[in-house]
């Protein structure tokens, strides 16, 4: 990643929690100067604040981007101090959830370029997959920017219009939940069968990393390895018996769930 440009003119991040700290790390340790990055945050963290890196001081008047990392109910609250920033050079990355481009728009003004980006957590450790989407006013450099700035901590795709937002924040954005809530279930569930909890979770871990990693390197379709671990009339038959059930397994249960995350984003945008 070609990162001059941030380290000459600066980058401010607006909310350093979970996602935004996540991101910053990736930056940071792919060459991201300590002191070209400026925080905003009421409550910094104390292992950022070790690094350098400047927090709620003086801003630069003309830095390369401002990624903004608030939750969508702090939006009201964080945007008007970032005005400043809007009809210019700098570039508006956001995170939120929810939050659409034309609030930006009306915040910064429409010939502001602004990309409205989806990460997630993984992100930290450079595992991440982020979709990206800009304003009209977002040019090539910009989304090359943003590309280059979310491909320091994993995978990018470009979406062709704002409406995928939702359903890709219920899927990638939230998603890593539901797979920490499966690692937890399936620990659960070796229990149950009389394993220790330290076992049971060992198991399930290795299990789902091993697993992931194996449908994320390989050239097989998820079903195809699915039907490599499935012995006809075995024991991942009589799992996936339940776990397939049209009626009560995934498929119906994951449907709802990913439904009710992308409702709750167009929610949060109205
Ligand atoms: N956590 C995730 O998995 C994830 C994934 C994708 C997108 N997001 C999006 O990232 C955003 C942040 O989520 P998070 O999970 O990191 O939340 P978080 O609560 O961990 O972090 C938010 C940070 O914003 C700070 N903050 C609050 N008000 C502020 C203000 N007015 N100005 C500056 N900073 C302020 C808080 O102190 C906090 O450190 C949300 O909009 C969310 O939709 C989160």
């Known amino acids: 990643m070609d990162l001059d440009v941030l380290n000459q003119r600066g980058i401010v991040l607006v909310g350093a929690g979970r996602m935004g700290s996540a991101m910053l790390e990736g930056w940071l340790a792919r060459g991201l100067q300590p002191d070209a990055v400026h925080v905003i945050d009421p409550n910094p963290s104390p ?13 630069p008047d003309d830095p390369a981007v401002v990624v903004i990392a608030v939750k969508p109910q702090m939006m009201a609250d964080a945007l008007p101090q970032l005005k400043g920033f809007g009809n210019g050079d700098t570039l508006i990355l956001t995170v939120a959830a929810g939050v659409t481009i034309a609030a930006y728009e009306r915040a910064f003004g429409a010939s502001t370029p602004i ?26 450099a910009d989304l090359a920017l943003a590309e ?9 795709v470009r979406l062709d219009d704002e409406s995928q937002m939702d359903a890709v924040t219920a899927l990638s954005g939230s998603g890593p939940a539901y797979v920490f809530h499966l690692i937890e279930t399936m620990a659960a569930g070796g229990e149950a069968q009389g394993l220790s909890p ?3 979770l060992q198991l399930a871990r290795a299990t789902v990393a091993g697993a992931g990693q194996l449908a994320l390197v390989g ?3 998820p079903g195809k390895l699915r039907e490599n671990v499935t012995s006809p009339g075995g024991t991942t038959a009589a799992a996936l018996k339940i776990l397939m059930d049209g009626e009560t397994g995934f498929p119906p249960l994951l449907r709802r769930a990913i439904a009710a995350a992308a409702d709750r984003g167009r929610e949060l945008g109205a």
């Open 198 to 200: 330290e076992l049971a």
């Open 47 to 59: 292992a950022l604040i070790e690094r350098g890196i400047r927090f709620n001081g003086a801003l």
């Open 148 to 156: 280059s700035l979310m491909s320091a901590v994993g995978q990018v």
């Open 219 to 221: 050239d097989l379709p």
């Open 115 to 140: 990309v409205r980006i989806m990460p997630n957590t993984p992100a930290a450790i450079g595992q991440g997959i982020s979709a990206i989407i800009g304003n009209a006013a977002a040019g090539p």
